[in-house]
């Protein structure tokens, strides 16, 4: 089994930062792409980041040059870095790693528990 535990979330002022982490235990033998997703109350699930194991990142418009997604593989930890939030960046953010467990040679995608963020303006 793979746990992820998420944390970092909080209420922060326009133009605040906040780092989100990620943090994956249990029966892991590698991680493969990792993911922030956000969800917005009324809107649809929106993927903010995406880190391949090779390390090559790729962002949503919205938070180009705002966000930094990175990985710590020796910690199996994924992050983002959020600088410049804006109201509309309120929102809960879940990661989602695609893990090889010790037990399988197939790949499961696992999701965390999801953390609010709030800017207010």
């Known amino acids: 089994q793979v746990q992820l535990v998420e944390s970092g979330g909080g209420l922060v002022q326009a133009g605040g930062s906040l780092r989100l982490s990620c943090a994956a235990s249990?029966?892991?033998?590698?991680?493969?792409?990792m993911r922030w997703y956000r969800q917005a109350p009324g809107k649809q699930r929106e993927l903010v980041a995406i880190i391949t194991s090779g390390g090559t990142t790729n962002y949503a418009d919205s938070v180009k040059g705002r966000f930094t997604i990175s990985r710590d593989n020796a910690k199996n930890t994924l992050y983002l870095q959020m600088n410049s939030l804006k109201p509309e960046d309120t929102a809960v953010y879940s990661c989602?790693?695609?893990?090889?467990?010790?037990?399988?040679?197939?790949?499961?995608?696992?999701w965390g528990q999801g953390t609010q963020v709030t800017v207010s303006s």
């Open positions: 989602n790693l695609d893990v090889r467990t010790t037990t399988s040679n197939s790949l499961f995608r696992y």
């Open positions: 249990g029966s892991i033998f590698s991680i493969n792409a």
